[in-house]
């Protein structure tokens, strides 16, 4: 019993550094032998030579921002909200809980609402993503929804309405003809502290109707 004890107690110890040393090594190794993941989106917009291992400074990246390429450089662990926010200076996107649970930080990516701040910016590489500065139609000419929600006064301090209003844009352009219920389940996942929500589903049905 005892000298059992002792061949265990000698054994070698997998401590937490090791262990997440070894897994990230050996993933990130992986990544660029198949060439997949953020590794072979760096190469394939020419961003990153073969054989290069990403981090843990700052890396170059591509995204398409409301229809336009944009290069910026970001920590590996950037995520999508903040590089929208501080490199590119599009605080329409809001930071609210940093963990996917408010809504503020909602844009359109490959066309379906995601929570920005759960998203790395590296994961974005060659997706086309939208935010609420890209909703205008030109110049002084809003989009039906932004019309309707200034018409019902869908907002108060304003805080979750660019999330609110890209959550209902990824609803209107998948369903045209919203119901009720429809319009409460696309807003579920935005969170208003002012409690708007009446005006807000109000506004989405008035948008619904205009861009028909």
Do not use: W
């Not at 490199?87 to 940093?98: A, S, V, W």
């Not at 060659?126 to 929600?149: D, N, V």
């Not at 003809?177 to 989405?204: E, L, Q, W």
């Amino acid at each position: 019993m005892g000298e059992g004890n002792k061949k265990r107690n000698n054994a070698p110890k997998l401590t937490r550094r090791t262990f997440l040393k070894s897994v990230g090594v050996s993933s990130v190794s992986v990544a660029a032998a198949r060439g997949d993941g953020v590794v072979g989106k760096l190469e394939k917009v020419g961003l990153l030579e073969k054989d290069i291992i990403v981090g843990p400074g700052k890396v170059k990246t591509e995204l398409i921002v409301n229809g336009k390429k944009v290069n910026i450089s970001v920590d590996p662990r950037t995520t999508l909200a903040e590089a929208l926010r501080h490199e590119l200076h599009l605080t329409g996107t809001k930071i609210g809980c940093n963990r996917g649970a408010c809504g503020a930080c909602t844009i359109l990516m490959d066309g379906v609402a995601i929570s920005s701040c759960m998203t790395l910016a590296l994961d974005a590489i060659g997706k086309p993503l939208e935010t609420i500065e890209g909703l205008a139609e030109g110049e002084g000419k809003l989009h039906p929804l932004q019309e309707a929600f200034i018409e019902h006064d869908a907002y108060q301090c304003g805080f979750c309405t660019s999330g609110m209003i890209m959550s209902a844009k990824d609803l209107l352009d998948q369903n045209a003809n919203p119901n009720m219920d429809d319009i409460k389940n696309a807003v579920s996942g935005n969170i208003c502290r002012c409690g708007t929500y009446p005006h807000v589903f109000k506004a989405v049905e008035t948008a619904a109707k205009k861009m028909k």
